[in-house]
């Protein structure tokens, strides 16, 4: 058997499997049972890194019922560590967590063991987002690596208790288990935990605005994946160090950075790192005014994270996905404002629009998909007024004719500028048909009835009802009231449930902007 497991650390792979089958019939023949019943488990690991899931399980199988017959209950615990494994990574969560829950009860007198049942069950926590849970298992796995002694076991409780103090924003204890974590790896030679907690620690750092700490362990970081040509490592290094120029103001410095961890991901087929680094350039494009090509990025980075929702061993993705629309808001928001600022009269109007419309959407009933696709479609139902010239859009007094024709182009322009983009939420519609209305009076389409699509409507009301209780350069603002009335009158241009849903969201609470 050692000499099986020499050829395992060495990576001669077929010759540790031929290893431990001979030692494996060895010690069944001469009746060494806890030696058979290790073999079997070293052996069903092995066969479920090639991907032979039903041999290892018997393998395991076999292994477990051997220590209970002999009474072994560590070696019993063992056992059921690996079948866990194995639960988990095929994503079956709860036989994961009995297993590992049994494995505990078994073996857990065994310090060493208990470190590692303890750490696998941490990090089942850690991707269900229980962190606190996550939390507790980290620290009695460092009390079990401590009793045992197993300073590289040590060192990976720290970096985990940091990466889950981070996750709850505890900076100054994350910090603390990242030094301890790196002053251990740095004692033992354990280079490759120490790249991944140098870089863990730059995240800190980082969300803490200690740029050049943030920097000095990120660099620290690549120089070690660098020698280890540890690629996929390398994209998350240059991902920090591209957020740390991009926070400092050095965006050409950023750009390449954050293209160097896209690509990075890309070559290592890392759909998580890819993402990721997509939100982040995402945040650069958005900071440069570059809204477009942000836009696409964060359609990208979501199509990615939604692939990845089907993953179950990786961290916690709906919260990812939960960060990255806000990001989505936070660049369609600011979009929107800069548009209002060409338009002297309109300051604050597109918020005002996407909060009103969400309200009026509650009320008929969306779902939480349906809001954000109007709030989303709220914030850029008017982008097509960029190519609207500033003297007609700011004009006081009536528009001609001519100049209306103009400004009647605009929702046809929100789309065209849009076509690169592919949104996950179908707002095209609502900014193309924001004007049309119910009785076939509207534009650019002349759409009529349920022709329009419901969102566009929605948009379509709040907004008349913002027109109307603002200044513009043509008029001074209606009271709520005023605009009620006014509105009354024209209720034939929307569809009845909405100009009702409209009254019981908005109508009753004037002061809700
Ligand atoms: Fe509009
Ligand atoms: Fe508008």
Redesign the pocket.
């Known amino acids: 058997m050692e000499e099986a497991r020499a050829h395992e650390r060495s990576g001669a792979i077929a010759e540790a499997f031929a290893c431990y089958r001979d030692a494996a019939e060895a010690a069944g023949a001469s009746g060494d049972h806890a030696i058979e019943s290790e073999v079997l488990r070293r052996l069903a690991v092995l066969h479920h890194r090639r991907n032979e899931r039903d041999t290892a399980i018997e393998l395991a199988t076999r292994s477990h019922a051997i220590a209970l017959e002999i009474g072994d209950s560590v070696l019993a615990g063992e056992a059921l560590n690996v079948l866990a494994g194995f639960a988990f990574e095929r994503g079956d969560m709860d036989e994961a967590r009995g297993r590992f829950r049994e494995a505990l009860a078994l073996g857990g007198t065994s310090p060493g063991l208990r470190g590692r049942i303890e750490q696998n069950l941490g990090i089942l926590a850690n991707v269900r987002g229980e962190h606190g849970e996550a939390f507790a298992h980290y620290r009695r796995s460092l009390e079990g690596f401590e009793l045992s002694g197993d300073q590289k076991g040590r060192a990976i409780a720290h970096n985990n208790l940091g990466m889950v103090c981070a996750d709850r924003q505890l900076w100054e204890e994350a910090d603390g288990h990242f030094r301890r974590s790196l002053d251990i790896t740095r004692t033992v030679g354990e280079v490759h935990l120490e790249g991944l907690c140098l870089l863990n620690h730059s995240e800190v750092h980082l969300a803490r605005q200690r740029y050049d700490e943030a920097r000095t362990s990120a660099e620290q970081a690549l120089t070690i994946f660098d020698r280890l040509g540890s690629r996929l490592d390398k994209a998350d290094a240059y991902k920090v160090l591209g957020v740390v120029y991009r926070e400092t103001g050095r965006f050409t410095l950023a750009e390449s950075r954050l293209q160097g961890a896209i690509e990075q991901a890309v070559a290592t087929g890392s759909v998580l790192s890819e993402a990721e680094a997509s939100r982040e350039l995402a945040r650069l494009y958005q900071a440069m005014g570059r809204n477009q090509e942000a836009l696409q990025l964060l359609n990208a980075a979501h199509r990615l994270f939604s692939r990845l929702d089907a993953r179950v061993d990786l961290v916690d993705v709906s919260s990812k996905t939960t960060r990255l629309e806000e990001t989505y808001f936070a660049v369609v928001r600011d979009w929107g404002q800069s548009i209002e600022s060409a338009d002297s009269y309109t300051f604050g109007?597109c918020e005002r629009?996407a909060s009103h419309a969400v309200a009026v959407a509650t009320v008929l009933g969306a779902d939480q998909g349906q809001l954000t696709t109007i709030r989303m479609g709220a914030y850029l139902?008017?982008v097509g007024k960029v190519k609207v010239p500033h003297q007609i859009l700011n004009k006081p007094g009536r528009l001609t004719d001519d100049e209306f024709a103009v400004i009647k182009r605009h929702p046809v322009w929100g789309v065209e500028l849009l076509a690169a983009v592919e949104f996950p939420w179908d707002i095209k519609p609502i900014i193309r048909y924001h004007h049309e209305r119910y009785d076939g009076t509207g534009y650019p389409d002349r759409l009529k009835g349920d022709e329009i699509p419901l969102g566009a409507q929605i948009i379509c009301i709040v907004?008349v009802y913002d027109a109307l209780t603002t200044t513009r350069s043509y008029r001074g603002a209606m009271s709520h009231e005023q605009a009620l009335a006014e509105m009354g009158e024209s209720r034939h241009w929307w569809r009845p449930d909405v100009y009702v849903a409209f009254l019981q969201a908005v109508g009753s609470h004037p002061q809700s902007v």
């Open positions: 109007h629009v139902h008017d907004d």
